[in-house]
């Protein structure tokens, strides 16, 4: 099954009356704030997704900048969104996509068994010539289901710590190798990791990458069938990593362990090693 649709195919199911339930995966601490996002122009049908409320919890120094959320506050939207684990929903964002990709890891995870991703986002759905519409959104129609945590593999630091596989750090290279750092505490990486960031799995309007491709960048990094089992994939905080391991799916490979605390969960312990390289 996959875990993408595109632009038509969203817009063909709306147009004909038969829309899964849309989500418009926004972040509140964005510039401009996300319901205002989303208030001022969204996809036809879609309701907001309060990512940073949704689908993360407060952060700490012990669990990063944005750790998983409860599952009380899951079920909370789930109620709002009028959201069942068997209702198909298609999650999308208005940037390069990482949200969407973090709703779409975090739902499944959560027990959602047919999220996809709108494939390229919003900018993807107005250059296909869609319009986009304005005000609140619709009220939802059916009550929400219950999250059955745990669906999707993760891994904890002391898990990450003892790992001896293959270790994916999916942020910029300039992150990953401690040039540069504007989120967290300290730059550079965990000690063995390995740097695939997001821009290697998309094309430059973000849309993902054809699986044959996703493919062969991954088997250049050492991931395959035969590895999957294997590999962590991180990054600061749970949402490029996300959509690295949606990368995944989409070639074909299986869902790796998920270190959702990240570079912020690991450098916020003065005791824990970093990596810096050229």
């Not at 198909?88 to 959602?112: H, I, P, Q, S």
């Not at 063995?192 to 062969?216: S, W």
Request: with cysteine; proline share 7%.
């Amino acid at each position: 099954m996959t875990i993408t649709m595109t632009p038509h195919e969203l817009h063909e199911r709306i147009d004909k009356g038969r829309p899964p339930l849309v989500l418009a995966s926004l972040w509140s601490a964005e510039e401009g704030g996300g319901y205002g996002q989303y208030n001022s122009e969204h996809i036809p049908t879609a309701l907001f997704c309060d990512t940073a409320l949704a689908l993360a919890s407060t952060p700490s120094s012990t669990t990063g900048r944005n750790p998983l959320p409860t599952k009380a506050n899951v079920d909370k939207w789930l109620l709002k969104w009028g959201l069942t684990p068997e209702r198909e929903v298609v999650v999308y964002d208005k940037f390069r996509g990482l949200f969407a990709a973090r709703a779409w890891w975090v739902l499944t995870w959560a027990g959602m068994k047919n999220v996809k991703i709108l494939d390229g986002g919003q900018p993807a759905w107005e250059a296909a010539g869609y319009e986009v519409m304005g005000g609140p959104g619709n009220p939802r129609i059916y009550d929400g289901g219950q999250a059955t945590l745990g669906q999707l593999p993760t891994a904890t630091i002391d898990e990450v710590k003892q790992h001896t596989g293959i270790l994916v750090d999916c942020r910029e290279p300039n992150r990953y190798a401690g040039k540069k750092e504007f989120l967290d505490l300290k730059a550079g990486h965990i000690p063995g990791a390995i740097n695939l960031p997001t821009r290697a799995v998309l094309n430059e309007d973000y849309t993902f990458k054809k699986p044959e491709e996703l493919q062969r960048i991954f088997a250049e990094h050492g991931i395959t069938a035969d590895t999957i089992d294997d590999v962590i994939v991180y990054s600061g905080s749970g949402n490029h990593s996300a959509q690295v391991i949606a990368a995944m799916v989409i070639s074909g490979l299986s869902v790796p362990r998920h270190f959702v605390g990240g570079w912020s969960q690991w450098c916020a312990n003065p005791r824990n090693p970093v990596e810096r390289s050229d």
